[in-house]
């Protein structure tokens, strides 16, 4: 029969380690403040692009979320605005 003493210990030893990383974690959280207010995520574009009908004057502005939705976005308005 196998002996499985080194895979106790080893088990054990893991276990402990866990233990004292949530306590780690949850000594962190009593110690530091609450946020005054949770930061909220928002979307930033760096691209964007305006395309202007010159016969009636009429733009429109969009957000690009990068330079292949630039190209694909134009595709659109060339086939349906286009000569």
């Given at each position: 029969?196998?002996?499985?003493t080194?895979?106790?210990?080893?088990?054990e030893?893991?276990?402990?380690?866990m233990?004292s990383?949530?306590?780690?974690k949850?000594?962190k959280?009593?110690e530091?403040?609450?946020?005054?207010?949770?930061?909220r995520?928002?979307r930033w574009?760096?691209?964007?692009i305006?395309?202007k009908?010159?016969l009636t004057?009429?733009?429109?502005?969009?957000?690009l979320?990068?330079l292949?939705?630039?190209a694909?976005?134009?595709a659109?308005?060339?086939?349906?605005c286009?000569?």
């Amino acid at each position: 029969m196998a002996s499985y003493t080194y895979r106790k210990k080893r088990r054990e030893a893991v276990l402990r380690k866990m233990q004292s990383f949530r306590d780690a974690k949850a000594r962190k959280r009593v110690e530091s403040p609450p946020p005054d207010r949770e930061p909220r995520m928002e979307r930033w574009n760096r691209f964007e692009i305006t395309v202007k009908d010159r016969l009636t004057g009429e733009t429109g502005t969009f957000e690009l979320r990068s330079l292949r939705d630039c190209a694909r976005r134009l595709a659109v308005v060339m086939r349906y605005c286009g000569n």
